[in-house]
């Protein structure tokens, strides 16, 4: 090697200076003479034509002699273990068993509405009114009758106890009395009926039809009614992640809409496989202190399917893949002084991927020096030089 370098440029330096009873490039171009001119540039030519040849011949015995240019360049990484969290990610809608709308149960004009849009009410609150048709007149009468009637039955029955009257008349009483009061009960409930009533607590969402309109009973929508304190999300899952997805699994709730992001948990996982897509519901708690979530709202969710506290993740990239479909990646052995190495093939077994790395789950362990960048440049058994290796 030593000797290879001052004939180089012992070759150089005659190619530069040249004979000496040569005129030089820019006495030949001062002189303006054509055919001067044009030997001198045939005569470098010839001179650079002749240089190229003795470096190639020079680059063949340094390729030769220089043993180190054959040993591929690599980096490595340590494999340490790692919290390996798997996220599921679907798309859910948020909905609530507090938002209902209300029909009338009694056919007739719609006389009365005493809450407007954005008002809050209380469980039973009266919302609405429906014109009776005189049903109202009708159960004042009975009870005048039914006033009149347990009179009488009272009567009869204290000369009943007295052994006065016939039993026939106590009878008779009695049951005039139990009438009336089955007749006042029934009316009550048809009354009742023209009371549109708050089913919960919520606030009045819309106002459907306008006071005057006449209704029917499973027909006319009269109001809309939400309560936005008990909100969940809704989301169908394939049916193979059925034993992974269960209670309490942590899930991360996403609103692109609103730019927020909430942490949450399964609440219950549904027991039914649909047949028609293959899916099972799940429904996720949505705390709503602000009230600024709503009803159908689009959310992303991050399921927590699969945890390990101890995983091995590499890189995908450097994994390659042989002709009967196993992966490997190369590894480093008797790593020496100068950071010299054997590449070692080692045929691995993976699982599930967060974002660009996946899950190693066998062919690996702890502490291995993976070969990261040059990966699929080594051979197994090759010798492999380390550069700005990874302490």
Same mark, same amino acid.
């Given at each position: 090697? !030593?000797? /290879?370098?001052?004939?180089?440029?012992?070759? &150089?330096?005659?190619?530069?200076?040249?004979?000496?009873?040569?005129?030089?490039?820019?006495?030949?171009?001062?002189?303006?003479?054509?055919?001067?001119?044009?030997?001198?540039?045939?005569?470098?030519v010839s001179e650079q034509n002749s240089i190229k040849e003795d470096i190639k011949k020079l680059d063949i015995i340094i390729a030769e002699l220089d043993k180190s240019k054959k040993i591929p360049l690599i980096t490595t990484f340590k494999l340490e273990t790692t919290d390996f969290r798997h996220y599921l990610e679907l798309q859910g809608n948020?909905?609530?068993?507090?938002?209902?709308?209300?029909?009338?149960?009694?056919?007739g004009v719609l006389s009365n509405v005493y809450v407007k849009e954005g008002q809050k009410v209380k469980k039973g609150e009266i919302l609405a009114r429906i014109d009776d048709g005189g049903l109202s007149q009708q159960l004042a009468q009975l009870k005048i009758q039914a006033d009149l009637a347990k009179t009488t039955y009272e009567r009869q $029955?204290?000369?009943?106890?007295?052994?006065?009257?016939?039993?026939?008349?106590?009878? $008779?009483?009695?049951?005039?009395?139990?009438?009336?009061?089955?007749?006042?009960?029934?009316?009550?409930?048809?009354?009742? !009926?023209? /009371?549109?009533?708050?089913?919960?607590?919520?606030?009045?969402?819309?106002?459907?039809?306008?006071?005057?309109? *006449?209704?029917?009973?499973?027909?006319? $929508?009269?109001?809309?009614? *939400?309560? &936005?304190?008990?909100?969940?999300?809704?989301?169908?899952?394939?049916?193979?992640?059925?034993?992974?997805?269960?209670?309490?699994?942590?899930?991360?709730?996403?609103?692109?809409?609103?730019?927020?992001?909430?942490?949450?948990? *399964?609440?219950?996982?549904?027991?039914?496989?649909?047949?028609?897509?293959?899916?099972? !519901? *799940?429904?996720?708690?949505?705390?709503? !202190?602000?009230?600024?979530?709503?009803?159908?709202?689009?959310?992303?969710?991050?399921?927590?399917?699969?945890?390990?506290?101890?995983?091995?993740?590499?890189?995908?990239?450097?994994?390659?893949?042989?002709?009967?479909?196993?992966?490997?990646?190369?590894?480093?052995?008797?790593?020496?002084?100068?950071?010299?190495?054997?590449?070692?093939?080692?045929? /691995?077994?993976?699982?599930?991927?967060?974002?660009?790395?996946?899950?190693?789950?066998?062919?690996?362990?702890?502490?291995?020096?993976?070969?990261?960048?040059?990966?699929?440049?080594?051979?197994?058994? $090759?010798?492999?030089?380390?550069?700005?290796?990874?302490?």
């Open positions: 090697m !030593k000797k /290879i370098f001052p004939v180089l440029f012992v070759i &150089l330096f005659a190619a530069s200076c040249g004979s000496g009873d040569n005129k030089s490039v820019e006495d030949v171009i001062a002189s303006r003479d054509l055919e001067s001119i044009r030997a001198k540039k045939s005569e470098l948020v909905t609530t068993k507090n938002l209902l709308i209300i029909y009338p149960e009694y056919s $029955q204290r000369l009943w106890d007295q052994k006065i009257g016939s039993e026939m008349q106590y009878l $008779q009483a009695k049951s005039n009395y139990e009438a009336q009061i089955q007749a006042i009960a029934q009316l009550e409930q048809q009354v009742d !009926k023209t /009371i549109i009533k708050a089913p919960f607590s919520g606030t009045i969402d819309d106002v459907l039809t306008e006071q005057g309109s *006449v209704v029917m009973p499973g027909q006319s $929508q009269i109001m809309r009614i *939400v309560n &936005l304190d008990n909100m969940y999300i809704v989301t169908d899952v394939p049916e193979k992640y059925i034993t992974n997805i269960t209670r309490n699994k942590k899930v991360q709730v996403e609103f692109p809409v609103l730019g927020k992001k909430i942490d949450s948990k *399964v609440r219950q996982v549904g027991d039914f496989i649909n047949p028609n897509n293959r899916t099972f !519901k *799940v429904e996720i708690d949505l705390p709503n !202190k602000d009230r600024s979530i709503k009803p159908n709202l689009t959310a992303k969710l991050k399921i927590n399917d699969y945890s390990n506290e101890n995983a091995l993740l590499i890189p995908q990239s450097i994994i390659s893949e042989n002709a009967s479909g196993e992966q490997y990646v190369y590894i480093i052995s008797e790593n020496d002084k100068e950071n010299e190495a054997i590449a070692e093939k080692r045929v /691995i077994v993976t699982g599930l991927t967060q974002g660009d790395y996946i899950e190693v789950t066998e062919g690996l362990d702890a502490g291995n020096e993976i070969i990261m960048e040059g990966a699929r440049s080594v051979n197994d058994g $090759q010798n492999v030089k380390i550069i700005n290796q990874d302490s």
